[in-house]
Each structure stands twice: as C-alpha cells, then as structure tokens.
C-alpha cells in the first residue's frame, strides 16, 4: 500500500495486500461461477419474489379490498411500505454521500452496497403507490403530459403528487450517483474481458482510460451529485411525510412530521444496510462497519425517542417504522 | 352510576374508557383477527384458484401481471342495447314517468309516487297528496322497488310435493282447484290482514259461489289484544285514529310507534308536526314518556324513558291508571308492585297527563286484552276519544285475530278443512309461534293447499300448489287503509313473470271463468294463448275494480258526476278521502276485572326477554331485500342478523355477573321456553337490568339466497297467552357465558370515528385505566376522565338542548360558532365566498329534533344512487358503501341516556379537505357549492377518504357492482352464494339510468342528487324561468316522514333552506376545522320532565 496512513489508525485493509491483490479480489467474483451459497441465496429470493407477484396478482384481479383496508384510514402496509423504502434508501445514500463529503476513506468499502440498496430500495418504494392504487391500469393520469383531454393536468396542490416529483428526482440523482461511481470499475473488468463480454464493459465504461483528466473529473461530479443527493435525502422524506402532516386529520396534523420521518428512514436504513453487507457469500466480509452503526442507531434512537414520549400524533404514525 | 350530562358517547369501550378500545381508536387502523380474516378471504381466491397444481401456480402469477398490463388498453364488455321499434307515446328516453299508486303489504300502507323511466319502475316517491303520511316514507316502502327485480321470485305456477316443486301451467293449477272445490266443501283462506275493498269483494264473490268458505286473519306481529279490548269496550273491533299531532304528552307503554306499530310513517309524520316549532323563542313541543326495557326507536327519540321489565307492563299500565283516576277522583284498582323508579315516575307523569286532559294520549303495545282494556280506561279519563283518539276514521291496518289462526290449525288437525288458501305473504309455518305445529296440521288438509306468495317461502313449501300473485308495481288494486281513505294500487310495468292477480285467481275459481278468464297468456301454455274463450281486457282485475268503485265508492263523493271523471281524478291523485264524520266512542269496560288480569310482574332476577318486530325486515316477509338488510338497525347498528341486546349493567344475583364479560359480537346461548338459540350479543344501553331483547323476522330457512339463513329464527319461542293472544316476552330465560365469537359481526357504528383526540393534557395521551374500587361495577365513569369518542363534545358534532334551557342554550352555541368563525378568519388562504354568494348555492339542512333515526333516507339514497350492497363479511370489515350513514350517540344518563341520530352526508365542503389532496383532481368543487366526483378520472389513492374529516367518503374496495373491467371477480353477498348481489340482468333493472354505476377501484360519495339538481335546472330552462325553491328535492329528503331534511338553493334568501341554515339553532359539524361544510344541523331538543330525572 502505497497511501500514507497515520500509525495510530487501525488500517482499513489488514493482510498486507497489493493493488493487484485487491484487483483480483474485487473482479474475481465477476469472472468466475457463483458459489453454492450465491445460487441458494438466489432461490430464496426467486421463491419470495414470485410468492410477491402472485400476491400482486391477486390485489390487482379482486381488488385492494383483499388487503382487508377500511376506514376510517384506507392505507395501510401500502404506504407504510413505500414510507420505509423510501427510508431504507436514505441511509445509503447518506453512508456514501455524506462520507464523501467527509472524505471518509472507509466509506469505499460500503458506498457500492449502500447506492444499490438505495435504487432497489426507491423502486420497492415506487412499486407500493402504483399497486396500492384502487385502478392501477390508470396510474398514468399521475404524470404531467400534455394530452388531449383539455388538457387536463394533474393537482399540483396534493402532497401526493409532490412524492411523485420527489421520488422521481430522488431516483434519478441515486441513479447518476450509483453508475458514476461504477465507471472506472467497469473500465477495469473490461481491461481484464476479452470476447463479447469486453465488448459490453467497453460500452458501460465509456471509454474510461485513467487518465489523471478522467480522475480529477470523477472527483467532481461525484462531490457534485454526493452534494445534491444529501439535501434531497431530507427534502424527500420531508416530502413523504407531507402526506400526512398537511392533512387535517387529527394524528396525522402535525409539524413534527418532516424531521420525524427523516430520523427514523436514516435509523431503519442503517439496520438494513448492516444485513445486506455481510456479504460472504460473494467472499467479502464487512469490517469497521459495526463501530459506525452504533453511532447512528444511538443518535437517531435519541431523536426519535424524544419525540415519541410528547406527541400524541407520533404514536399514530410511529407504525410505519 | 355516574351522569354525564355533557357528555356523548356511543359504546360501552367508549364510556368506559375501556384501555384496549382506547388504544385501538389511537390507531387508524382497524385491526382484524388475521387467521379469521385469511380463512374468510380464501373463499374468494379459492375461486379463482380451485384445483391448481403448481404449473397453475406459475401460469396465473404470469398471466395475472400479463392480464393488469393489457387490460388498460382492453374494451369494455359490449353490451347491447335494442331501441324501440315503434315508440310508445307515453315515453321519452331520458325523461322519468311518475305513476301515482299505493305500496300495500299486509298491514304496510304508504300512498307513493312511482318513477319509471323507458317503462321500468326505479324509484318509489312519497305521495305528499296523501293526508295520512303527508308524502313521508319508510326504509321498507324505499325499498320495496327492489322486490320487483327479486331474482328468487317465482316465475310461474308450480305444484309442489315432498318440498320439491315442478312448474305447472296455469289451466292445470285452476283444473287442480276446480277438482277439490266441490259443493259444500270446507274453504279456509288464511291472510294477513287485508286492505283492499275489492279483494275482499272478491272474495265474497267467492265464498258465495263455495259457501263453506271462512277468511282466517292474523299479523304475524299481532296487535290482536288492543283490537279485541276495543271491540269489548266500543264494540268495533278496529285500530282507532291516533292523532299525534293533536297530543301534547303521549305516553307509550313499549309501542314502538315511531318504527314498527300499526302505521309508523303516519304516525311519525303527525308526531314530528308536535315537535318543530319556526322560532326558538316561542317553541312549544309535545313530551313523550315511553316504557320499556329496552332501547326501541320510538324509545330513542322519547324525552323521558321509564325503564320496566316487559312483565311489569301490566302493572304499570295499571299503576298509570290509578295515579289518574286518584286526580280524577275515580275509585282506584287493586294492582302489583313495579319497581321504585317507574313508580315515582307514574306519579309525576299522571300528574302532567292530568294538566294536559284532551291534549293527551297513552298507547300501549302489548298484544295483552286486558292491559290494552286498562289503556282504553286511562284514555277515557284524559277525555282523549274524540281529542286525540278518533274512532271514524279508525284504521284498516291491521285486522287479525290470533284466536282464529289457532282455531284453524285445530280444525286442519281434525280434518274438517278440504282445501287451504293461504293469501299473500302470511306465511304461518315461519311465523305462528308453533309454526310446526301448523305444518303438521297443513299435512292433514283434505283437497290442496294453495299459496299465493310471489315468493317459495316456508309456508309454500308444505302447500301442494302455488299461484304466485304480482308484485304490487305490476297490479291493479285498492286500499282502504282507514275508513273512507281509498288509494289506488296501478300498475307501473307488465308482470315480469307468468304470475295471475290472486284476484283473478278468486274469480276463476269462484266459478266465473267466461267472465274472467283463467288463462292469462302464459308462456308455458301455448293452448292458453291461442284459444282465451272470452277476453274482456287482459287485466281482468282492472275490470272488476272498476266495477266495483264505481258501484262501491262513486257514490262517496258529490264532486265529480261522471264516474269516468271521477275515476281519473282518483287514479291520477292515487288517493281519494271519503267525508268520514269522527266519533268519540262510547268506553263501557270493567277496569277492575281487567286489572287484576295484566301480566305480573315476575319478581327477583329471573332473566326476561322482549321481542320486537325488526325495523329493517318486519316480521320477516321483507327478508330477502338486500336493501333492507343492510341498512344498519337504527339503534343497535347492526346489519344482516338480529343480534341480542343485552344490559350494559347486570346486577342482582350472582349468577349474573359472569354475564357482565360479554362484549359486542360474542355468541351467547338464550334459554327461553324451553328452547336454546345462539346469538351474537350487542351491549344496549337503556336497558332495564336483566332483561334481553331479540328481533323477530330473521332466520328464514326457505326464501332467496340473500334471506335465508340470515340471523336466528325466534318466533317459537313466543307463548300463546292465557287469553289466547301471542305473547312478545318471555320470563324465566337463561343466558349462557361467552361461546365463542361471531367473526363477521357487523355493527357500523364505530365505523366512522370524527373525534380522534384526546383531550389535551391527561397522562398517557389522555388515557386512564379504570379505576380499582370500580371493580364490582361492570362500568364506572371517572368524572375526570373525558372518554374517547366523549371528546366529541369538544368537536362540534353533536349539540343537544332541552326545551326549558333552549334560549341559553341557542346563545351558547351562537357564541361558540362566533369564535370558531373568528379563529377561521385568520386563515392565510384565499376564500371563494365572494363566488359560492353567485348564482346557486346548494345547501342542506338537518333538523336533529324532528330525525327520529328510521333509516328511510338511507335507504332512499341507496335506491336513488345506484349504491352497492355488500354483504354481512364486507360490512364486517368496514366496507359498507352507504352514502348516507346515520349516527347514533348517546348522552345523559349513562344507565338510562337519550339518544340524537345524526345522518351524516358528504358535508360539501366550501373548505372541501378532500378536494386539495386529490393527486389526479379527479374530486373538485362546483362553482354552485357541490363537491364532485369524476369517477373516469379517479385512479383509487383513497387519499380524500383520508382526509375527510366527517369519513363520509366509500371506496369500492372489490368489485361491488359487476361493472369492473375484469369479469369473475366479484364478492359474494353471503358465503357460500354463487353470485354476487346485482350481478344478474334481472336485478340491474333497477339501476338509475341518470347515476353511473360505479366500478372497483374509485371513490364515491354523497353528490347531494346532482341529477336531480340538473334535471330542475334544464327544467326550469326549458319553461323559460328561474329555478324555485322546491324544484330540487333530494332523495333523502322526500324520503323523510318527519321532514326533517330540506334541500335547496341557500342563496336564494327566500328558500326554505335559506331560513333553516340561518337559524339561531343551527351549526355545522367540526366547523373549528374550517371546511366550511354546506350541510347545517338543528341542534336536538328535548321536552323533559324535570320532575323524573
């Protein structure tokens, strides 16, 4: 290793390795047949998965009604489930954005996790309105697009079409940020590919060469999209949680709302990330991480539970974490 | 037990601040048992899954996504529809026909108004000519159209044997009855009470042509001991004219007079006439005292309730009579004891009837001769014959003797019967207290039994031939509900069915077949059609009526020479009033001998049990109406069951206490009379400790698919009196601890919570654990502690007031709207006001003092909305679909409260909450006031249904209505049904063509009738003048028997509602919310008798 690291710092990589060591390590799983465990833990969610769709199935042939809602609320795991998406993405994009900011080095070792989770977890998020909706055949109306009928356009005043805005833009700057990252990886599976697989990874790597010019310009638009993605991740869940707190429902009426939601989407996203790094299954181990996760379970527990004890209206909404 | 006189409540939970519920209120969502739930829903997924293997498995989960994709861009289900050839002069597509007629069942009488458009009945309107019901209606009549579209009606004649029934032609049925009719054979022909002078004229054409022919008459719901104490103490054998309207205190002893006795839209109407006044200042109200042990919904609506066990009746009454004739100075009778409370109470109330002689009425609803003798006695002391009781114009509504119907199954039994005709909808085999009885004796009739019911009941199934009678909406016919008050029955489309007139069916079999002919042209017998012998109008009971009214009723009038003038005026009116002079009647009874034979009070804490007759389904003939089944029970807010009331508050014996643990939807096992019935329970309040009470009229076994097996059949647990009247209590009952749960219990009252906060600054959020000392009481109030659904009061919901403290009452609530306008004033919004003050403003009024609770407008919006009815597990879950809903809250006296119904529509908020959040705007305001529904454009976020304060929006969570994209796919109505209520052609025959039938997925609500809005507008165009005030009537509104709705353009400063919304009395709910609602409520006022509180 060539990087100078203070003495006293526990090193992020112990072993010893080389950049070829750590290049064999990271493109290795790429290029060779996954694992048993990999194919097991593969099944596993195939099985979930299509157990999902045919609930899916179900919902939408007969109706939402099967979910057994009712009033006086007609959500229920609908929205709650999009509400905890939503948060389980924010902690990935905080753990990479914020950490960039920071100039953590060790967020390299999770910030490729964390931005995935992110995306999957903001199109689990999208995925709940559309089925929860009474006819989702007309989702559609939900976009602003010129059309024929007036036109007619959409209510700008709901907080539900904010979510649209906010979501959509939440996936797209996650979008950018995650695949930015990728490019000079790409660029170093594509120098070790030959064949049809050299072929993609040229195209996915855009003409990635490690050029310094290269570099100092990732540098940039990585600070730049790290930049955007911070305040959206309290912009969004501000917004989420405008579903409720703008409306005069009595427990759903209330300020504390915004920062409440934001507390709690970072606090259940740092659990999540925490399982689904323990990655051994493709020869990785999560290391360091745990000291991190303890400092943010503690600062979010502590503002979450402040606000727990004194609104009446937190206790109404504290199901959907 | 704890007053709480500010405070409303409308559960036990709630009173209690019971933790669990309170917790569960905290959360918005309704959490279900989910194993039940699972195994509930598995019957609609079994459907669609029946048999799969795990290929199946796969190819649905990748058809269903593949299916939801295309179906956006699939075509809905052509469905053709064929223009008439030649057009009929009388109809214009798209323009509603009105026939004036008369909806008539057994003793149910109500002038009506039929709507038909392209030649199809839809809509039942009260006839506001009529000057017995003034145009009032019930829920039944409301929903009595949908009878006519009954799939499980019988569709021709049948003969029956062994309980299976085959079709048969009409010539064969008539050869059958010819066969057995010979000379001097033994006719029985057993109804229910007739109304109708030409049927009875026919009848007698009848016995004249088989001598041997006796009418047996009877109710199911008998009213047998008030006829007979009449016919001993006056010697007519009627139901007198009650004026209610005349009666400024009235005193019930457990008539339900407001919802089932007698003629209850009549009396309904008069009594509310006594109870409104225009100016607050000056208002004067009648006082209505009603006895009972439980919470009926004349009972409800009684400014002071006497709770008595239902065998202290007797004593009461007697009680009653002897504190009056100690005023009058009258020698008093020896009577029994009644408890403490309800004696002090007869003192006070003799004293008030005594101050109010010849303004005063007392009534009594026990089937007992000798307490109704004992009433007649109170009433001729008071001076109230020819005051506020009338015996001129005496009513036909019910004429049945329960002495003869027991006589008949005697003499079947001996075999002096040759041929039984049952008429109608008696149906004795269901609803004769030893209905087995009857059909064992029906086994040993000589020749056949015959029934005429449209419908294959109980009693059908032991006849041996049917000759099913129309519907009344495809008959001709008349009524004589009282003395000289004739209606007319016409008919509004051609019978459905190969159904004959049981009149024509008279006629044929009296022997008069040239003159009337047997044969109706049927389609089963084409030798019928071609080769009539003699055809004189195919409506041959047409024939006949007019015959007889113009040799029977013509001549009851000076006004029109012509008979033919007079005939039409008669028809086109639907009513025609003869001069009836009134009569007071001369009372000649022994009171003393009468009194020593009332009903005696059963004394220690034997369990007793009162029957009542179902507001919804009567006495059970009205069963197989969806409608009517799920409209809510006005007090108890059950549907589809009659569930058991008990008390909120057993005490006495020990044995008791275990009993306290029951909670709403538990099953419990009642012993009466030797027979043991499982039931859900509802706790009741207002119910005299000790004592349980169940509706009659459920648990038809033989019906349609939506009646049978639906609630518990008790009418066998009733007792033939020792007077030889049925007896509607039973004593020495026994009630077992919890057994089990009913799961699909559904009771809607806690459906739609409006106050879902605490009141600031208790511990816990507001919530407190009862107390420790309240241990051995079952329920305990803590004075400090303001219950859940209690913080109401702190919402403007409901407003209640008493006559004594109406001015300060008024002024209070004239300050609080002050402040709640001031606080709203602040707002940092915009208003529209300047543009709602344009054009028209279309407002609602509620008159909370004149609701009585009766469901009729509900039930009308149902009809007039094309609203989906959903079955008893979708209400379970909270899915009914009512626009309409009626609230019921209690307040006052924990152990003995008054109660206030709210109907609660969408409130068309200026303010509209549910308006903002619309992501797609598919719910948006009309420039005249009215908050509307694009249905094509919503997409189903229930958002507005979230955001709605007062929960009056419905989402079509399944398929209710068959209209969905995908086929197959809707909720049964009741488990194990093969097909979803309104799925067949037959029944969406009565859909309103002028209201989109909703499909699954969109959110629906109370429109305030927009149609009936555009309709008077293009009216009004067309005639070239401006829309005035009563052009537009709402559904719920001329629903209303009490009148207590009014409708209309609230900009217009001399509309009615204008008057109405800027009364002193009149609030908004939640109006602290600023939504700025359209609908105002006339707060509640009571007339109580300070003396008895």
Redesign the interface.
Known sequence: MSAIVAKVREPLIEGNKSYHDITEDICSPTERLPGIAWLVGLLVSVSVL?FG??C???T???????W?????????WDITNFVWWIGIGHAGTLISAILLLFRQRWRTGVNRAAEAMTIFAVMCAGLF?LI????????F??FPYPNTRGP????F?????WD?FAISTYLTVSLLFWYTGLVPDFATIRDRATGFRKKVYNFLSFGWTGAAKHWQRWENVSLVLAGLATPLVLSVHTIVSF?FA??????WHTTIFPPYFVAGAVFSGFIQLYCSTGRNSIGFSAKNLSRIFSGMYCWCFSIKSRYDGTS?GG??IG?LF | MNKQDNNIWVGVEDLTNDPQYLENA?????E?PIVD?LSK?AS??EK?TQGASRRD??K??G???G??TI??GCEMPVRKAIPYVVKPDAIVPGVANYYASTYVRGGDYCPILVKTREGRPIKVEGNTLSPITGGGTSARVQASVLDLYDTARLKGAFKVAKGKKTAATWKSIDEEVARFLKPGAQVRVLTNTIMSPSLKAAIADFTTAHPNTQVVTYDPVSVSGLLDANSANFGQRVVPAYHFDKADRVVSFGADFLGTWISPIQYAADFAKNRKSDDYKTATMSRLYQFESYMSLTGSNADNRILVKPSEMGAATVALYNAVAKLAGQPTVSGSKINATAATAVASIAKDLWANQGKSLVISGSNDVAEQIVVNAINNILGSYGATIDFGKYSNQRQGSDAAVQALIKEMNGGQVDALIVLGDANPVYDLPNGDAFKAALGKVKGFSLSTNGMYNETSEACSLLAPDHNYLESWGDVEAQNGSYSLVQPTINPLFDTRSALVSFLAWAGNSNAYPTVMPAANDSTAVAAPSVVISDRPEYDYLVKYWQSNVFGKQSKFSTFQGFWDSALHDGIFEANVTASVGSFAGDVAAAATKVSKPVSGDALEVAFYESINIGAGQYANNPWLQEMPDPVTRHVWDNVLCIPVNWNGKKSYKSLNKLKDGDKAELTVNGKTYTFAVVRMFGMKSNTVAIALGYGRTVDGAVGVNTGTNIYNALKVSKSGTTQYFATGATLSNRKGEDHDFACVQH???M????KEGGKD??VRKADNKAKDVPFYVDEEILAYQGTLVDRSVIRTSTLANLKDDVKDLVDERHHHQHLNDQTLYPGYKDIYKQGHHWNLSVDLSACIGCGACSVACMAENNVPVVGKH?VS???EMSWLRIDRYYYGDSENPNVVYQPLMCQHCDNA?CE??????ATNHSSEGMNQMTYN???????C???C?Y?VRR?????YTTA???PW?E?TLKDGDEQAFGADDLTRMVLNPDVTVR?????EKCSFCVQRVQEAKLTAKVERRKLRDGDVKSACQTACPTGAITFGDGNDTNSEVHKKMADKRNYKVLEE?N?APSVGYWMKVLNKNSDLV
Request: net charge neutral.
């Open positions: 299509t769709l045919v899916i199935f179900i939408i042939w007969f109706g939402i009604g099967t057994h809602l009712n009033r006086t609320i007609g959500w229920g309105p929860h909706m009474g006819r989702i055949w007309l989702g109306f939900i007619l356009w959409v209510n005043n709901s907080p539900l079409l649209v579903d703008t409306s005069v429902i009595p427990g009446s206790g109404t199901i | 905290k959360q918005e969502f309704f279900l739930a829903e609609v997924i669609a498995f796969l649905y989960a058809f269903g996504l299916a939801a179906a956006a459906h739609h919570t106050g879902l906060t605490t959020g507001g979708e879950i909270h899915h909450p903002n959040v619309c992501p797609v705007g454009r919503c997409i189903g976020t229930r958002y249904a979230n955001n304060p929960k989402f079509n969570w399944l398929d969905d994209i995908f796919n909720p499909s699954r997925g969109v959110i919310v939504t």
